[in-house]
């Protein structure tokens, strides 16, 4: 069965913090791990990694991928008040040439950050 | 840009009540998506369909039918309604050709069965 686990499942923190968000898997036919942001309504895209040490960058937010060690981080830096959401980490699973694919979803990790 | 449409947004069931949730997609993707959304559970999928024609069930089918009408839309059936089935619904598409992709999501349908 595969697994994504995230962790902390919450955290509080004040503005300007760095904070760093995991995500370990345990899957077979890895394709690829996604990060996305949900605030009220649809998780919205944040980054897709394929490679291992290649950091992707947004702003402030940056993410990378051990392919090896089974994990990726989430950073954020000079966090804001509009960073509160709920981060989920995805592992994109499956063989395109066989016709199937599919994203399997941690539980999520809730970022709360207070002025 | 409208993406993926779910209607309806929000909806309010009796124990054994049936309904239909209704997806579309705009964006001519291959591959469509249900999941569910409980407080603390991440996301877990429903019922997926690769391409058109095809279905295959996720981590929680239980209770649920789907139907792929045709490549834009995918449907997601609640024969019997349940209390436990209180959630909230995610329809999602991607293109399942390009080897790594993001999925894309609709607004979400939140329903409560009572």
């Known amino acids: 069965e595969d697994k994504v686990v995230q962790s902390p499942l919450s955290l509080v923190v004040h503005e300007g913090d760095t904070v760093t968000l995991n995500c370990s898997y345990e899957v077979t036919n890895f394709r690829s791990l996604l990060w996305y942001k949900q605030e009220k309504k649809a998780p919205t895209f944040l980054f897709m990694l394929?490679?291992?040490?290649i950091e992707k960058k947004s702003g402030r937010l940056s993410s990378i991928l051990d392919k090896k060690e089974l994990f990726s981080i989430l950073n954020i830096t000079a966090t804001q008040t509009g960073d509160s959401a709920v981060y989920l980490c995805a592992v994109g699973v499956g063989n395109s040439g066989a016709g199937s694919y599919q994203l399997t979803f941690g539980k999520g990790t809730k970022l709360s950050v207070i002025p | 840009n409208a993406g993926v449409t779910q209607t309806p947004k929000f909806q309010v069931l009796k124990t054994g009540q049936s309904m239909t949730l209704q997806c579309a997609q705009d964006m001519n993707h291959n591959s469509m998506y249900w999941y569910r959304q409980d407080p603390g559970m991440g996301l877990r999928l429903i019922y997926y369909s690769a391409s058109e024609g095809t279905t295959d069930k996720g981590e929680v089918p239980n209770g649920y039918n789907v139907s792929r009408l045709n490549k834009r839309e995918f449907s997601l059936r609640l024969e019997s309604a349940a209390p436990s089935q209180t959630s909230v619904y995610f329809c999602?598409?991607?293109?399942?050709?390009?080897?790594?992709?993001?999925?894309?999501f609709g607004q979400g349908t939140r329903l409560t069965v009572v």
């Open positions: 394929t490679s291992s040490g």
């Open positions: 999602a598409s991607s293109e399942i050709w390009v080897l790594n992709t993001e999925a894309f």
